[in-house]
């Protein structure tokens, strides 16, 4: 009669490992292979985010850059609409009207016409007769351009917060209604008019909020 041999238990071990260590390297390389997925997904989503910001505010895409001026509006303040070297050499010919102001400044933000005295709602700024470059005081869109030789020709911009900026009494302007202009632009030069002949070569500044003329001072330390 044969014997009958016992089972070995380090043969069953043997077993287990061979097939142990497949299956737990296969759950890795599942899980790697996910992950890579999921990263490359999420990547191209972020690219394709920004390249569709990138597009909108580039103006050679046709975005004319509303996504950036409109971005850097809002955190700007409002500089002086001329070249900052300019500063000590120009300076306030006539006021602006302020119905809170002392008689003194407010006679002298009266303009006279035809022997009729006009209030200015903005100001009046000379470089001692001489023409000088006129600047966005602030990033934003031409509202208007009116081309006027009696009254003086004049730039419109809109601006966020509901400001709106106007340059009269300008010549050469160099935008037009629509288009985007970024602070410190240049967008004309001063000049003349007949209608405010005293002044001569002069910037009529004049801001607006919400729809409202209010005085640059308050934005300006004129």
Known sequence: MREEKPNNPSQKNKNRKSWLWPAIYSGFAVLFVGMVWTYQAVTNDDAGEKAQVSQSGDPAGGGGGEVTLETNASNETMKFPFDEALLDNVSVLQEYYDMEADSEQREKAL?????TYVTNSGISLSNGD?????KAALSGTVEDVVVDEFMGNKVTIKHADGLVTSYGSVTGILV???????????????AANEWNPTAGNHLLFE??????????GNYLAF
């Not at 801001?207 to 640059?216: E, F, Q, R």
Request: charged share 25%; glycine share 8%.
């Open 111 to 115: 303009l006279v016409f035809n022997q």
């Open 207 to 216: 801001v607006k909020k919400d729809g409202v003329a209010v005085n640059p």
């Open 130 to 134: 001489e023409p000088f470059e006129v």
């Open 176 to 190: 037009e209604k629509g288009d985007q202009v970024a602070q410190g632009a240049t967008i004309a030069t001063t």
